[in-house]
């Protein structure tokens, strides 16, 4: 049997063993892979245009926290983020190198339900009419897909298990390298997976250092099950070194310690030098002192009378009074697994101080950034998820309006508003997914050029794959497991202009999986520059394709072979999409510039065809910008405007977004009057509600 998971020790097999002959047997260790990448594209957001200072006044930040920090938001696999952050990495000029610097750690991975890749995003009321549930289910990317397969590939349930337990493994070892001397991890698990994961970290972090096993015990409806309701969910934490001592944590006494208590006193026996000792605790001598008088208590029946002080109680290892996100409520962000603030406040205030790094590095929806935030402490968070990323973006700029943190009140929905901007933060990519598991290329080629009804090119080149005589176009195919970047892009240009095709005339396409960012508005500009026909396709999603051979009776092997196979009727069902596009107005007064979006559109997921042709038919006869926005509108959740780009760093100077998704009530214009005359790179960056990207670089000159 392959792939099994055995926990061995000593005297449970006949033959003797030690590590030694272990590692003999069975080889040692793995190499934790380590690769640094740079981190390619750099947002700074929490900044002041002009001054390009911090919004957040630097007066009022804690005293420890370092006036230059900047906090990190990374887009991409942790693997890559970790392996860079521990080798040193720049950052717009700035070295970062967070080896035994993060004070803590908390994450919270994903479990193989596939629920973190999927989600459904609500639909836009003014399309109500059009379908019959208001929302979309987004599907995982190729990357995201890969990633899982990485996290949870095999054929049998063992093989499973052993892929989850590497892949976590990896991550936990380079998490111990970044943690500091003094730091601490939680790793937020259930109890699938939480008993292997407790062994592995017993092996990482040593076992003299697991500090408790806690139980977030919450309430929640779930659907009738043969065995008992899982309502609990299981921390596993862990200090790098056994002396990391934690804060205090005082929380509020449950109704049954509350009980005890507004009756004045109680009772307990402490064992001291062999002998039992009574104690009687008065809570409130008022009470006691009465109850003394009314003969009810006599003093006498006890050893020693102590005088505490219990409006709180030492938080215990089993957590009740933390309300599971319901979907109702106000903390909500449309994130299927996001967990509570109250969650992350009580670890984050435990085992970090103001000033202090912590760190997610599976952060979701941005649950520690936005409360570590809130509490003055400095965070490093990332995610693999492109809408993950921009849901955590919009959280932290809307930092002010969500709940404060850090104070107690009696009452919940008398909490109030934090009110404070985010300090600075970097938002960078690293977009390269890199995986072992290389589908093979030519086969991937093959299959792509099939469906798109290409033919394969007969002369041997490097990035030209194929051909569409009819249609008079050339295609490249990006790789399965890859991105297609602007640099691979700009050498199928290079190529393609060596060739008759392009003296001819003929449209050189590329068809891929998926994009690195930035590519379009990167691979737009140079084609301009260098007079090429190009179109950028976006292949069908692979459950896409599958559906439809199935439905055709096509075995997926078999399509590989099967040149010119495909009639129409196949791949009608197989749509070849173009990016998204923007189209912007811009009124210029002197120095004063207005940009308004005239139009917007995203691809919508497979399966939405007919509705996006609806759509984009109402969009296009409609007489009215109003008409036309009520339904393009609701489909942008972000878009920011950097007015003065450096060609580096993205600076969110305008930024208008949808509190709600599919309220649609982003601003239509941003507005800026330049201080002085002169030509100006402007960048608009719009984020849609799938969490793709679409932006158009300008170049405004003003004040002639
Ligand atoms: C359970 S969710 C975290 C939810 C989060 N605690 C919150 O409050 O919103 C797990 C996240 O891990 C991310 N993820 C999975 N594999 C990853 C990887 N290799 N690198 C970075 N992020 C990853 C997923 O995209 C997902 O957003």
Known sequence: MTGWVELLWHGKRSREFTRESIDEHYGPLREVRRISLPFQRIELLGIHKETLTPIFPQEDWPQNYPKDWKNLL???????????????????????????????IYIDPPFATGADFSFKVPMPESWQELMPKNEIVKNPSIMEILAY?????????????????????DRLVLMKELLADYGSIYVHL??????????????????ENFRNEIIWHYRRWTAESKNYQAMHDVLLFYSKTDNSPINHVMIEPTPSQKAVIDRGYNVNVVHEGGSKVKQLLVYDKGKVENL?????????????????????????????????????????????????????????????NEGDIVADFFSGSGTLAAVAEKLGRRWVCCDMSKYAIHVTRKRL???????????????????????????????????????????????????????????????????????????????????????????????????????PFYRDGWTLVILGWDWAPDTFERARDYWEKQSVWLKL?????????????????????????????????????????????????????????????KDFWVRLPHGYEDLEEEIRSRIESAAKDDEKRRYFLPLINYWAVDWNYDGVVFKHDFVSFDRKPGEGNVEVCAVHTYPEPGTYRVVVKVTDIFGGETSRELELTVGE
């Open 74 to 104: 990374i887009w991409g696999d942790n693997l890559l983020a970790m392996s860079s952050l521990l080798q040193g990495i720049e950052v717009n000029g700035e070295r970062i190198n967070l080896r035994g610097k993060i004070k803590l």
């Open 149 to 169: 397969r990485d996290m949870w590939g095999g054929r049998t349930p063992e093989e499973r298990i052993a892929s989850y337990l590497n892949y976590m493994y």
């Open 190 to 207: 259930d109890y699938r997976m939480v008993h292997y994961v407790k062994l592995m970290m017993d092996e990482i972090f040593g076992r």
């Open 292 to 352: 003394i008088k009314s003969g009810k208590l006599n003093p006498k029946n006890y050893d020693r009378i102590i005088y505490v002080d219990r409006s709180e109680t030492a938080a215990p290892d089993v957590w009740t009074d933390i309300q599971f996100l319901h979907s109702q409520s106000l903390e909500r962000l449309n994130f299927p697994t996001q967990k509570p603030e109250k969650l992350l406040e009580r670890i984050i205030l435990a085992s970090s």
């Open 397 to 499: 700029l809307d930092i002010a309006n969500s709940k404060a943190r850090g104070i107690r009140v009696e009452d919940e929905s008398k909490r109030p508003k934090y009110g404070k901007p985010c300090r600075p933060f970097y938002l960078v990519t690293i977009a390269n997914y890199l995986t072992d598991r290389m589908t093979n290329h030519s086969d991937a080629i093959q299959l792509a050029l099939n469906l798109y009804g290409a033919s394969p090119m007969k002369q041997p080149f490097r990035h030209l794959h194929g051909l569409r005589e009819r249609e008079k176009e050339v295609v490249h195919v990006g790789q399965a497991n890859f991105p297609v970047t602007p640099a691979e892009i700009r050498e199928t240009i290079a190529e393609f202009q060596e060739t």
């Open 537 to 597: 396709l976006h292949i069908p999603p692979v459950s896409r394709i599958e559906e439809v051979l199935k439905k055709h009776g096509i075995k997926a092997s078999d399509a590989i072979h099967l040149e010119h196979a495909f009639d129409e009727e196949v791949r009608k069902h197989l749509r070849f999409v173009e990016p998204g596009y923007l189209k912007l107005d811009v009124h210029k007064d002197g120095l004063k510039v207005t940009i308004t979006i």
